[in-house]
C-alpha cells in the first residue's frame, strides 16, 4: 500500500488553482502598483492629477509600511495558497487587517474620497471584498485539510 494505514491523500481542488492563480495575477497588480508609487515612476503616475499625486506621496511612513504589508502580504499568500501551506491563512489576515489600517486612514482620517472620489472608493471597497473573500477561502481550505 502507497499510503500510511488510515491516511487518505487529499486532492487538491481545481477552484483553489483558479483562485490562487488569479489572486497571485490581483496581488502582482497591487504589488506593481505600491512599486510605481513609492519610485514615483513618472509614466504610470502621469495617470493621476496633482492633487492625488500630493496625497500618495503624502502618507505618513507608517500608513506605507501596512500598505507595504498589505501589497507583500496579500501576494506571499497567494503564493503559500498555490504552495497549498496552511501558513496562507495567517498571511492573508495580516494583509488584510493592514489593508483595513490604510483604507481607515485614506478615508477615513484624510481627505481621500475628496481628492479620489467615488471611484476610488469603489474600488477600495472592491480590494477589501476580495481580500476578505482571500483569507476566508484560505482558512475554509485549511479547515478541509486542503492546505497543510
Known amino acids: 500500500m502507497s499510503e500510511d494505514q488510515g491516511t487518505a491523500a487529499v486532492r487538491t481542488p481545481k477552484h483553489l488553482w483558479v483562485v490562487g492563480i488569479l489572486a497571485f495575477l ?6 506593481f502598483d505600491y512599486l510605481m ?5 513618472e509614466g504610470y503616475m ?5 492633487e492625488q499625486l500630493e496625497f500618495f506621496y503624502g502618507f505618513p511612513a507608517w500608513v506605507v509600511a501596512f500598505w507595504a504589508i498589505a501589497v507583500w502580504g496579500g501576494l506571499l499568500g497567494s503564493v503559500l495558497l498555490l504552495m ?18 490604510t483604507t481607515i486612514h485614506n478615508w477615513g482620517m484624510s481627505n481621500g474620497l475628496e481628492v479620489m472620489g467615488t471611484t476610488g472608493l469603489v474600488f477600495s471597497v472592491v480590494i477589501f471584498v476580495f481580500a476578505l473573500f482571500l483569507y476566508l477561502y484560505a482558512r475554509a481550505m485549511r479547515d478541509r485539510g486542503i492546505l497543510t
Open 37 to 41: 508609487t513609492q519610485t514615483q515612476n
Open 84 to 101: 497549498r501551506k496552511k501558513l496562507a491563512v495567517g498571511v492573508f489576515l495580516v494583509s488584510f487587517v493592514s489593508m483595513i489600517i
Open 26 to 31: 490581483w496581488d502582482a497588480m497591487g504589488a
Open 46 to 50: 502621469a495617470q493621476f492629477t496633482p
